[in-house]
């Protein structure tokens, strides 16, 4: 019996330690959040060891919340729903039902997921989508790019600009009533990136003629060159997105060589050669000085060869931050949304910052007391009362500038 005991006792212990998550104590809903936690890091352990074995690659495993969250088409009294292709591309179009003389806005949006997981058709961006299209009266485009490891680099970012193309073509807009004059792109996480290379494109496309009034990043991902900035490393256990699996996205979005992998963990991936590259992630001259506290700042570098191979590490349609100043004259209206608790945070920071330095108009809504990925806890079980406050805000902020 002694011996049950103690068996149990220590089972009890190992339990409540991997359960227990030292989350700072502003975090909203605390106990949600270490649940979410722990299901999350549980599913990245069981992903891990399936890919160890030789059963699934890890992003397969990965993938099974994505399936679990799938919703149909289904439309409701406020909304029609539909899937459909534009030029190929899969998307999922919500349309208002109301009837009304004046022409719609339009909204293009990218989901997230590190360019390897996620899809229009999940419940959370559903109801996004649809409180979008009803709130605003917008016609709303999901689009449904493929997905990394199977496709890499440039194939999520042609997706998406392939649609954006087509939807901006004066025939589209006219077939489903949208004001050229009022169209927005946004999207979060990986969604954000593609939606901030997108915007960046279409300046320099001379057949794109109708032009974004709206670029929304809500906690964007947008540089690859400096992977230890300040959020990068006091933010790589928070919940949801952790350093390792954002550096396993970047790998898996570039190459299937997992020495990448390990050169990014030390954030020796990029070479000296590339070092004039560094003045436009610039951590220290760009994020206020409360974000900064006691780090410093030290670029490190690594050998030539991933750039060499992959030169998509250096390209400004994986990271729009290396867009030269120039290049950013002329951006749409944007709105940032970044997350106190995220290894991304400092991204959007020095976006913003470099944004408005060239004249951009910008809007910056920071959330002190959350994490990355908050806008998709927006229903049961882990239904976030700040998912809905910031959701709430985005929306009406879209409402009254599109």
Not at 212 to 237: F, M
Not at 248 to 268: K, P, Q, V
Request: proline fraction near 5%.
């Amino acid at each position: 019996m002694a011996s049950r005991l103690l068996c149990l006792g220590l089972v009890s212990v190992l339990l409540a330690y991997y359960i227990y998550t030292p989350l700072p104590d502003n975090i909203e809903e605390k106990w949600k959040a270490t649940l979410l936690d722990v299901t999350f890091r549980s599913l990245g352990h069981v992903s891990n060891f399936a890919e160890l074995l030789g059963i699934k690659h890890y992003m397969d495993v990965m993938m099974f919340l994505t399936y679990a969250e799938n919703t149909e088409p289904t439309s409701d009294e406020n909304v029609t729903v539909t899937d459909t292709l534009f030029n190929n591309v899969p998307v999922r179009l919500y349309i208002p039902k109301k009837s009304t003389e004046a022409l719609k806005s339009g909204v293009i949006y990218i989901h997230g997921g590190g360019w390897c997981l996620g899809s229009a058709a999940m419940k959370p961006y559903d109801l996004l989508s649809r409180r979008t299209a009803q709130k605003l009266g917008a016609v709303v485009v999901s689009i449904e790019y493929r997905l990394a490891p199977r496709f890499q680099f440039p194939t999520q970012f042609d997706d998406v600009y392939t649609v954006v193309k087509f939807f901006l073509d004066k025939t589209i807009l006219n077939k489903y009533s949208v004001d050229p004059d009022r169209v927005a792109v946004a999207g979060d996480s990986a969604g954000g990136n593609l939606a901030a290379a997108v915007a960046q494109q279409l300046l320099k496309d001379p057949e794109v003629n109708i032009k974004l009034k709206v670029q929304a990043l809500i906690y964007p991902v947008l540089q690859d060159l400096d992977l230890h900035t300040p959020s990068y490393q006091e933010n790589g256990k928070m919940p949801l997105l952790s350093s390792n699996l954002m550096v396993r996205f970047w790998c898996e979005y570039i190459t299937t060589d997992r020495r990448l992998c390990e050169a990014m963990l030390s954030n020796r991936h990029i070479p000296l050669e590339a070092a004039d590259l560094f003045k436009f992630v610039n951590w220290s001259s760009l994020l206020p000085e409360d974000l900064k506290k006691n780090h410093i700042y030290s670029p490190q570098f690594g050998h030539s060869e991933f750039v060499k191979k992959y030169p998509g590490i250096l390209d400004e349609r994986v990271s729009p931050l290396l867009a030269k100043d120039e290049q950013l004259k002329g951006l749409p209206l944007t709105y940032v949304i970044t997350c106190m608790y995220d290894v991304l945070r400092d991204d959007g920071f020095m976006y913003v910052s470099r944004l408005k330095k060239m004249g951009v108009q910008v809007v910056h809504h920071h959330y002190d007391n959350t994490f990355h990925g908050i806008l998709l806890l927006n229903n049961w079980p882990l239904d976030f009362q700040i998912a809905h406050h910031i959701e709430e805000r985005y929306l009406n902020w879209l409402k009254e500038n599109l």
